[in-house]
């Protein structure tokens, strides 16, 4: 079995920056893909960025050269670099991973969410 614990979120005005970090406890294996989502009121859950085992990355148009996702395999974390924020990335993020555990086996798990919201 594996957890997520996430931190960083909180209020910054537009055109800061914030830092999202997620790392995975447990007893694991292996992570493959790692990856952040964000919710916000009212619209569905979408991928902001997602970074492979390999190092990888993909970003939601809407984000990108704003936001960088990197990991740290020896921490077991990702993070989720975001600056130039805008009032519309106001949202509940989320990030998750795709562990490989033990007794479990391969399984995607999710972080608790984390709250960023964007002051005009």
């Known amino acids: 079995q594996a957890h997520l614990v996430e931190s960083g979120g909180g209020l910054v005005q537009a055109g800061g920056s914030l830092r999202l970090s997620c790392a995975v406890f447990?007893?694991?294996?292996?992570?493959?893909?790692m990856g952040w989502y964000r919710q916000a009121p009212g619209k569905q859950r979408e991928l902001v960025a997602g970074?492979?085992?390999?190092?990888?990355?993909n970003y939601v148009d809407s984000v990108k050269g704003r936001f960088t996702i990197s990991r740290d395999n020896a921490k077991n974390t990702v993070y989720l670099q975001m600056s130039s924020l805008k009032p519309e990335d106001t949202a509940v993020y989320y990030c998750?991973?795709?562990?490989?555990?033990?007794?479990?086996?391969?399984?995607?798990?999710w972080g608790q969410g984390t709250q960023v919201t964007v002051s005009s």
């Open positions: 998750n991973a795709d562990v490989d555990a033990v007794v479990v086996g391969q399984k995607v798990y």
């Open positions: 447990g007893s694991i294996f292996s992570i493959n893909a």
């Open positions: 970074i492979s085992s390999g190092g990888t990355t």
